[in-house]
């Protein structure tokens, strides 16, 4: 089984940088593709940025050139780099990773951006 755990969650001024990690733990796992997605306050959970096992990447628009995912292998850690946020990127953020073909998702971490 895949347990997924997140962290590097806060509060930050706008234009400010934080980085969320997401590590994964478990053997025999096959990396397949990764994304982190983010829930604000009444409103529907959507992709943010979104990583192939082939390495493609894929962002929301509204982060294009702020935000930055990535891996690494030998640690089973997806990350992802926010810069310039702004407070309407304040949301929980999810961590989602699919290994084998099975989808698996870390139990959310609060970003709020604020002054």
């Known amino acids: 089984q895949v347990q997924l755990v997140e962290s590097g969650g806060g509060l930050v001024q706008p234009g400010g940088s934080l980085r969320l990690s997401c590590a994964a733990s478990?053997?025999?796992?096959?990396?397949?593709?990764a994304g982190w997605y983010r829930q604000a306050p009444g409103k529907q959970r959507g992709l943010v940025a979104g990583m192939a096992g082939g390495g493609s990447l894929n962002y929301a628009d509204s982060v294009k050139g702020r935000f930055t995912i990535s891996r690494d292998n030998g640690k089973n850690t997806v990350y992802l780099q926010m810069n310039s946020l702004k407070p309407e990127d304040t949301a929980v953020y999810y961590c989602?990773?699919?290994?084998?073909?099975?989808?698996?998702w870390g139990q959310g971490t609060q970003v709020t951006v604020s002054s």
């Open positions: 989602h990773q699919v290994f084998n073909w099975r989808d698996f």
């Open positions: 478990g053997s025999s796992i096959c990396f397949k593709a």
